[in-house]
């Protein structure tokens, strides 16, 4: 029995291992957005704020996730235009990563420039980061098989988080012995390897097979640029729900890592909690939230995780207020937790709200226009909490997220209610 057992197991293995193979390049891309975003969006702020930046410049680093908001508006140009290089798609996945490695490069030699330049030089490479992303995305509704999409968005979500850990948690948490130009550089080379899969990808291959097993879909062709804003028109109200949740949950949740650094934690010990601990928490909600949200339903998850997220803001409220930096960690770390009970519910109803015709120009623009809508709150955070102190600055950040997340609720029972799904 036994030797029979074994032989099974490795036939599995074998099996398993032959099934994840195809998934390696998306893997190792999505590996760079994370580590990429993470280390320049959430590391660098908390860098320089540990070197005395003043809040209100902190919060001018933002602008770097500026870029992320904006995919909508050249997401056209990389459909009409092919660029000299490989295939249509991984040409533009190549362009715009070598871009960022070489802006990481310049980047990492000025540790001792203006901020504005920095800022940049920063929002330039995030800019090629979000457009590989796009090219990417592209790319697998081109050439993966509707039933096999699934298992490329558990590979997004798998190398995110682990780009996360890696850009903030090991960079951030290493700083000390790196230093600006080790962690910039380091990076950069990461960039560079997770590159190299997807140019062995047979990309103009599959998408022939694609293309005659589905067909070409009528009326395809790019959509023009004032095709946006006619749908941005028409998905307005939606995109207002999205963008008052995103900027409601990054005033409560996000600058409470600024917050632990000005209550005395190291910055090494913020820097796991932001990219090792949030990440982890992240991948693990995620994988559970399609079981809770079957047993205890899309709006009641949304309602514990919202009370949860309350909670650890009030906690805030109090570490702040009393100088407490382990309740300020316990807080900040309960607040990773109830949030993750939201994302997975609030991106599903991003994908039901997209679905129609034009599903991915729906899909950016409910994401990148809501998060491009949320940008100046995020901007003017830090410089608020710098003003009215952390105790009030929390304090008035809740009932704000209150509103935002009720509103967010009664969107999404509305659309459940009309499509006749099981909240």
Not at 155 to 184: E, N, P, T
Not at 232 to 254: H, T
Request: a positive charge.
């Amino acid at each position: 029995m036994t030797g029979s057992a074994e032989p099974a197991i490795g036939t599995r293995v074998v099996d398993t291992l032959a099934a994840l193979r195809p998934l390696a390049p998306f893997f190792c891309l999505y590996v760079t957005f994370g580590a990429t975003l993470g280390f320049l969006s959430g590391g660098a702020p908390l860098i320089l704020r540990a070197r005395g930046v003043e809040l209100a410049e902190v919060g001018l680093l933002q602008l770097i996730n500026l870029p992320v908001g904006l995919t909508f508006l050249w997401a056209p140009l990389l459909d009409r235009l092919r660029l000299p290089i490989l295939g249509h798609r991984i040409g533009w996945i190549a362009a715009a990563q070598a871009a960022s490695v070489l802006l990481l490069v310049v980047l990492s030699l000025g540790e001792a420039w203006p901020l504005p330049a920095l800022l940049a030089l920063a929002i330039a490479a995030c800019a090629c980061v979000a457009t590989m992303d796009i090219a990417l995305e592209a790319l697998v509704v081109e050439t993966v098989p509707a039933e096999r999409r699934a298992f490329v968005a558990s590979a997004k979500l798998c190398g995110a988080s682990l780009g996360g850990i890696l850009g903030v948690g090991v960079l951030v948490g290493s700083y000390d012995s790196l230093g600006w130009r080790g962690a910039v550089l380091a990076c950069a080379a990461l960039d560079a390897l997770c590159l190299l899969p997807i140019l062995g990808y047979r990309e103009s291959r599959l998408r022939e097979t694609r293309s005659a097993g589905a067909g070409t879909a009528a009326g395809a062709g790019p959509e023009r640029w004032s095709g946006s804003l006619a749908r941005l028109r028409r998905l307005g109200g939606r995109v207002l729900v999205l963008g008052a949740y995103f900027a409601a949950s990054y005033l409560v949740g996000g600058p409470n890592t600024l917050a632990l650094l000005d209550l005395g934690v190291p910055l090494g010990q913020v820097g796991t909690l932001t990219g090792t601990v949030l990440p982890a928490v992240n991948l693990v909600m995620a994988l559970a939230a399609g079981w809770l949200a079957a047993r205890f339903g899309t709006v009641r998850l949304i309602a514990v995780g919202a009370l949860g997220v309350l909670a650890s803001g009030g906690l805030m409220v109090v570490a702040c207020a009393g100088r407490m930096p382990d309740l300020g960690i316990t807080a900040a770390v309960l607040g990773f937790v109830a949030g993750g009970f939201l994302g997975v519910p609030v991106f599903n109803m991003i994908y039901r709200w997209a679905q129609g015709p034009k599903p991915a120009t729906d899909y950016a623009l409910l994401f990148g226009a809501a998060f491009f809508a949320a940008m100046p709150l995020r901007v003017a955070a830090p410089a608020l909490a710098g003003w009215i102190g952390w105790p009030g600055y929390f304090a008035a950040t809740l009932p704000l997220y209150a509103a935002a997340v009720a509103w967010l609720a009664i969107a999404v029972d509305r659309t459940l209610r009309d499509d006749g799904a099981a909240r």
